[in-house]
């Protein structure tokens, strides 16, 4: 399933927030997946967002107002970057990269977090 995906690709950007990420946690965190389309997009998302961390840092910071990127609340961060990582670079559409995005963070962050994730989305992507 694509959430499960999803959240597995989540999970190693928000560890990546910490420290990197060895090739031995990215096959435990993708080995529950019994897809191998599933494994193989949850592998996209996470290369990509390795490959263009930079420049998804810079978009970020751009519409962060009077806020430090160094404050986000590192789920909500990590959230952002794969729905911005999916939309610019997997070809996923607008509306269910966020929509994925808002329904993840009810299972792992706050209740205002997903107000947070919508607000600064929409803020870059328009």
Do not use: W
């Amino acid at each position: 399933m694509r959430r499960e995906a999803r959240e597995s690709a989540f999970k190693l950007i928000f560890e990546t927030l910490f420290k990197g990420t060895e090739e031995e946690t990215i096959i435990e965190v993708t080995s529950p997946l019994k897809k191998e389309e599933d494994k193989k997009f949850c592998e996209e998302i996470f290369e990509m967002y390795n490959s263009h961390k930079n420049e998804l840092d810079e978009k970020i910071k751009t519409h962060l107002k009077n806020f430090d990127i160094s404050r986000v609340y590192r789920i909500d961060l990590a959230l952002v970057y794969m729905a911005l990582t999916e939309i610019e670079y997997c070809q996923t559409p607008k509306a269910v990269a966020i929509n994925e995005a808002l329904e993840i963070s009810k299972k792992y962050s706050t209740n205002e977090s997903s107000k947070f994730i919508n607000g600064l989305l929409s803020s870059i992507l328009k």
